[in-house]
């Protein structure tokens, strides 16, 4: 149950005037501050690391000997030689790039040319550093577009590229730009649909619009506040999910409150009790399913990498905001309209419940012949989508996998890499104790995988700071490789190694590396806690063990087989190279807690609908009143996720689409059959050690009643 106080206020009527009114209030205040939040995002490479790991103490000692910077390079290519012209272009625009100091651009710190060959070069590159301020990559795009404006395009044979790092990041950035509203957008489209879909009405579409708006500017105002004041870490990763989030949760919650008063109207002549018995009789669910995904993306604060720890807060502040505004604005924005609201199917007093005679009372009665059966071939049907996680390949996206296109960072990456070592232009940084520096140059510059002759301390660094040196070497493999990470290793087995010196390796190879093994960390960590926070809340809403552990198991079948089906469509359909390391995690996160919603809705109504009836008519009963209502929610949340794959990151798309794919399957197979099917078998035994495990006298005979044709089953009122 609902507070009184609370369900007596919204379902007041002068209290839904009050409960618009301090939202309007409310949202005139969140409005300018919710747009403050994308220049509120902090995407430095410290905000996305581990904060533990070695490659985040290097970026941090770093910046006493430099600003944070990144190379940027700017690769230029002709087959066949480059020609007498050529060299005095690359001339020219080396002298331009000195001259160059906007948007953090070093050009007077810039190295080049450098030939690939000194007799018939081919290829020449130039090192450009661009200085990071706390917005990271998203200042780089104008600083390699003035970069670009400088050196220009290529021409008559000649490639031009700007490459490294800086150019792959600004192609990341601009990735990102427009995220908010383009994933705003696809979402409200997709909501908007699926409405009309499920209810037909024009005009009963903005009423749950308008709530996940308004939660969506709230969430979005107080983690600005957050952020500016209390030190809360958004970055653009955060801040996208965030609106998936609010619109798909917020939206499934508007869902299932709209079905429990449209049976309320059909009940109560007056609307206000209709919508008290709404609140009532699915708050709990709606409380539970919002507490789940809640304390689910908090558990994400256990997460070593700062990207994933910092999402935690933020999903779950979203999350929350849209839980609130779905229990007061939303519910009152209806009883101020009215019944009209639903035009042109209205739900009239005394009309008689469809759902008795629907398809999913029709589906569950014929489970309910063969239960045993149905659930077992449907768990392995799931069980053989699972086998599909052979073909997983989570250990990272190399840069030029990243993208759905290739942006020209990419292409300028492998024009580079067939001329120069392919780790130029983002090298190994090394900081140790300059009492051994020498001693450490010479370990660094002596292991296999490194460039003997490239390590050196680069311009414009500080030779010494705080009793410490620092210097940088280039690998000969690409640095996002798996080989350029197990360099890594074996350089930090040898600095670490110099007695006395603390070295330290960092970079973008060594990042990556830390990456890794911080998520396995976190895949251990928070996958388990989520689970053991699901178990608890189904424990307390169900009061039982029993079918809480049998729900859980099914979550759990149902995630692997999505991901098993995800992996067979990323290597069969799409073609994507693999997935990042963190892809598993933030599937399981979001299916499990979003997706246990669906299982809360419809066993807390198999519950209800038990305590009156019997177990097994009840699932019958639970199945027809909520299959409707699920299904759309279930449509909704897998839109909005596919929306994720509007993004040109392949990260981006996996994500979307796994997710997409598991809440589908959750809605139309796991909740519809194989939970159904689960708790007709079991019956009462499901509700153990709770009283409905040895009070439920009627159910067996009730089995039949179910099982009976569809004639037999209206006619004796089930």
């Known amino acids: 149950m609902l507070p009184r ?123 450009v550093p661009i200085t990071m301020d706390e917005k990271g990559w998203q200042e780089l795009a104008p600083a390699v577009d003035s970069l670009r404006d400088q050196v220009g395009g290529g021409g008559g044979g ?55 708006v308004a939660a969506l500017f709230t969430a979005q105002a107080l983690i600005y506040l957050l952020a500016e004041h209390t030190g809360l870490t958004v970055n653009g990763q955060s801040a996208g999910i965030l609106t998936v989030l609010v619109f798909g949760a917020g939206t499934d919650y508007a869902l299932l409150l709209v079905a429990r008063y449209r049976e309320g109207l059909r009940r109560h002549e007056d609307r206000h009790e209709a919508m008290a018995l709404a609140l009532n009789r699915a708050g709990p669910a709606v409380l539970a399913s919002g507490a789940t995904v809640v304390l ?48 042109p199917a209205i739900p009239h007093f005394g009309a008689a419940d469809p759902t008795e005679r629907g398809l999913w009372a029709r589906m569950g009665r014929r489970i309910a012949h063969r239960p045993r059966l149905v659930w077992s ?193 990323f290597r069969h359909l799409f073609d994507y190279a693999g997935e990042q390391t963190d892809f598993p995690l933030f599937v399981f996160v979001f299916l499990v807690a979003l997706g246990i919603d669906y299982n809360i809705f419809l066993t807390t109504r198999i519950r209800e609908e038990a305590a009156r009836r019997g177990t097994r008519p009840g699932v019958v009963t639970g199945l027809a009143a909520t299959g409707a209502v699920i299904t759309s929610a279930g449509l909704v949340l897998a839109g909005t996720f596919a929306a994720l794959g509007t993004l040109p990151m392949v990260a981006f798309a996996e994500i979307g689409f796994a997710v997409a794919l598991g809440v589908l399957l959750d809605t139309f197979v796991v909740r519809s059959v194989l939970v159904t099917a689960l708790f007709l078998d079991g019956g009462p035994k499901v509700w153990w050690p709770h009283r409905l495990s040895h009070e439920d006298g009627g159910d067996a005979g009730a089995a039949a009643t179910v099982a009976a044709p569809d004639a037999e089953v209206r006619q004796s009122g089930g």
Request: proline share 5%; hydrophobic share 50%.
């Open 5 to 127: 106080g609370l369900v007596g206020c919204v379902c007041g009527r002068r209290g839904k005037w009050l409960i618009v009114a301090l939202w309007l209030v409310l949202l005139v205040v969140a409005a300018p501050l919710a747009s403050k939040l994308t220049g509120a995002q902090d995407n430095d490479a410290a905000s996305w690391l581990p904060g533990s790991a070695e490659s985040t103490q290097v970026l941090v000692t770093s910046g006493t000997f430099r600003p944070e910077q990144i190379p940027a390079v700017v690769v230029y290519a002709r087959e066949g030689g480059l020609t007498a012209q050529d060299k005095r272009r690359i001339a020219r625009d080396a002298d331009r790039i000195k001259g160059l100091t906007a948007h953090g651009v070093r050009g007077d710190e810039s190295r080049g040319p450098a030939y690939d060959t000194p007799s018939a070069p081919e290829a020449a590159q130039i090192h």
């Open 296 to 343: 689910s993306m908090l558990v994400l604060l256990a997460a070593e990498m700062n990207s994933t720890r910092g999402l935690g807060p933020v999903a779950a502040i979203g999350v929350a905001i849209a839980l609130l505004a779905m229990l007061t604005l939303f519910p009152a924005l209806l009883l101020v309209f009215g019944r009209w609201i639903f035009w």
């Open 377 to 569: 071939g449907t768990a392995l049907v799931l069980a053989a989508l699972s086998l599909g996680l052979l073909q997983l390949r989570a250990s990272g996206i190399g840069n030029a996998d990243a993208f759905t296109g290739r942006p020209d960072s990419i292409v300028g990456q492998e024009v580079s890499a067939r001329y120069f070592p392919a780790g130029t232009g983002d090298p190994l940084v090394v900081v140790a104790d300059q009492a051994r520096g020498d001693q450490v140059r010479k370990a660094v510059a002596g292991t296999k995988g490194v460039v003997a002759d490239s390590v050196t301390v680069p311009p414009g660094t500080k030779p010494s700071s705080g009793g410490k040196v620092l210097f940088e070497a280039t690998l000969t493999d690409p640095s996002d490789s798996d080989a350029a990470k197990r360099t890594v290793e074996r350089v930090r087995d040898a600095v670490h190694a110099v007695p006395d010196a603390r070295a330290r390796v960092g970079g973008g190879s060594a990042a990556l590396l830390d990456m890794d093994a911080a998520t396995t960390h976190d895949n251990l960590v928070v996958i388990p806690a989520v689970l053991v926070v699901v178990l608890l809340i189904l424990g307390l809403l169900l009061r039982a063990l029993v079918a809480p552990l049998l729900l859980i198991g099914t979550v759990v079948l149902s995630f692997a087989a999505a991901l098993g089906a995800s992996a067979l469509a």
């Open 158 to 212: 000649l490639a031009v590229h700007i490459t490294g790092p800086g150019g792959t990041s600004a192609d990341f950035s601009k990735a990102f730009e427009g995220i908010d509203s383009t994933l705003l957008l696809s979402a409200m489209g997709v909501v908007i649909v699926m409405l009309l879909v499920t209810y037909r009405s024009i005009t009963l579409i903005f009423v749950p619009l308008t709530g996940v």
